[in-house]
T-cell receptor, first 111, second 114 residues
Framework: GEDVEQSLFLSVREGDSSVINCTYT??????LYWYKQEPGAGLQLLTY?????DMKQDQRLTVLLNKKDKHLSLRIADTQTGDSAIYFC???????????FGTGTRLKVLA | NAGVTQTPKFQVLKTGQSMTLQCAQD?????MYWYRQDPGMGLRLIYY???????DKGEVPNGYNVSRLNKREFSLRLESAAPSQTSVYFC?????????????FGPGTRLTVL
């Protein structure tokens, strides 16, 4: 079956940039997503990218997509302590919207 | 507008007991989903319902049943709970309009099976 992989942890200093990486195997995904999960809460959509785009910028967030290598990244500029959370990459599983989630990357921001 | 609500928030069961997790959404969404979240494994789809009256298996359906009671409600039943079902369960819903495929998640139910 299809798979989505992420590293489990990332630690950065406040004010630095964070880059969270994801690789996926689905060749037919239509959308790829980044979700954020704060402690004790459900997931919330942070941003998404259509599969025919290379980059999307949304305020402090930049999403880069390398479709050839099936690599997705999320860059958070000027990372703040409020950005500490778990970030999930998700694939829409060939446009079916039966998401395939990565394991999640726990971002810790040090003051 | 409450979004997606789940009850209960916490539950402790003994092996072999049964229970139903409730989920409701007030956004008039067609599709609803049940996931489980386990450390180091991300979220895995248990069952989903593309529209009222239909349900289908996801990646890890064994040991679970679901009911799409109406457009608003989608329940998950554990008939005979096992320790391997200790997890955090999330319900989600989505609509065909808006951000394509965006799913809205409930706050989760933390289930422990002893």
């Amino acid at each position: 079956g299809e798979d989505v992989e992420q590293s489990l942890f990332l630690s950065v200093r406040e004010g630095d940039s964070s880059v969270i990486n994801c690789t996926y195997t689905d060749s037919s995904s239509t959308y790829l997503y980044w979700y954020k999960q704060e402690p004790g809460a459900g997931l919330q959509l942070l941003t998404y990218i259509f599969s025919n785009m290379d980059m999307k910028q949304d305020q402090r967030l930049t999403v880069l997509l390398n479709k050839k290598d099936k690599h997705l990244s999320l860059r958070i500029a000027d990372t703040q302590t409020g950005d500490s959370a778990i970030y999930f990459c998700a694939d829409d599983y060939s446009g079916t919207y039966k998401y395939i989630f990565g394991t999640g990357t726990r971002l810790k921001v040090l003051a | 507008n409450a979004g997606v609500t789940q009850t209960p928030k916490f539950q402790v069961l003994k092996t072999g007991q049964s229970m139903t997790l409730q989920c409701a959404q007030d956004m008039n969404h067609n599709s609803m989903y049940w996931y489980r979240q386990d450390p180091g494994m991300g979220l895995r789809l248990i069952y989903y319902s593309a529209s009222e009256g239909t349900t289908d298996k996801g990646e890890v359906p064994n040991g679970y049943n679901v009911s799409r009671l109406n457009k608003r409600e989608f329940s998950l039943r554990l008939e005979s709970a096992a320790p391997s079902q200790t997890s955090v369960y999330f319900c989600a819903s989505s609509a065909p309009t808006g951000v394509k495929g965006e799913q809205f998640f409930g706050p989760g139910t933390r289930l422990t099976v002893l």
